[in-house]
């Protein structure tokens, strides 16, 4: 299970987020990890499977009003929807507004990069990045600066955390 301090501020935002708009990333953990997470707040936890719901992912969100104050969506494997949902997400983002329910998107590191690169207005929309990868080595959250950096800047910082991917330059 996921401790420590990030976990501490996810679970503070969790409760602060019920029954309003927000939308969170959660990276280098697994969606029954949130889930326990989300349930042991009291919360419930709505699982969207985006390999099985891509398609109507923005359509199972705006039925946010036959959900419980204390439901919070959680949505994971992304990717699978990649290209096409990049686009619609990033158009349709403005609808995350009208959804008074928390989003936790559970996501890898390229999928937060490519939806970064992608999808820019949708990721500004989100609250916050958490990276529970990092956490404990009690790293820097270097993640959470990629948005303001140069693209070759994110292929760096991949490459540092992998060290078989081919040199960008």
């Known amino acids: 299970m996921i401790s420590g301090r990030l976990s501490k501020e996810l679970r503070n935002?969790?409760?602060?987020?019920?029954?309003?708009?927000?939308?969170i990333f959660a990276l280098g953990t697994s969606h029954s990890e949130i889930t326990r997470l989300i349930e042991s707040l009291g919360l419930e936890a709505y699982e969207i499977d985006l390999r099985v719901e891509g398609r109507r992912f923005l359509k199972i969100l705006y039925r946010w009003e036959e959900t419980s104050e204390n439901t919070v969506y959680l949505a994971h494997d992304i990717s699978s929807q990649f290209p096409w949902i990049l686009v619609y997400i990033n158009l349709?983002?403005?609808l995350l507004y009208d959804i008074k329910r928390p989003v936790v998107m559970i996501v890898s590191?390229?999928?937060i990069i490519t939806i970064q690169k992608n999808a820019p207005d949708f990721y500004r929309f989100r609250s916050r990045t958490y990276d529970f990868s990092d956490e404990e080595a009690?790293?820097?959250p270097e993640l959470l600066r990629l948005g303001r950096n140069s693209h070759a800047a994110k292929a760096g910082y991949?490459?540092?955390?992998?060290?078989e991917m081919d040199d960008p330059g």
Not at 16 to 23: E, I, Q, T, V
Not at 158 to 163: G, I, M
């Open 109 to 111: 590191l390229y999928e």
């Open 158 to 163: 991949l490459a540092s955390k992998n060290p």
């Open 138 to 140: 009690g790293s820097s």
């Open 92 to 94: 349709h983002r403005d």
């Open 13 to 23: 935002e969790l409760r602060l987020a019920k029954g309003k708009n927000s939308l």
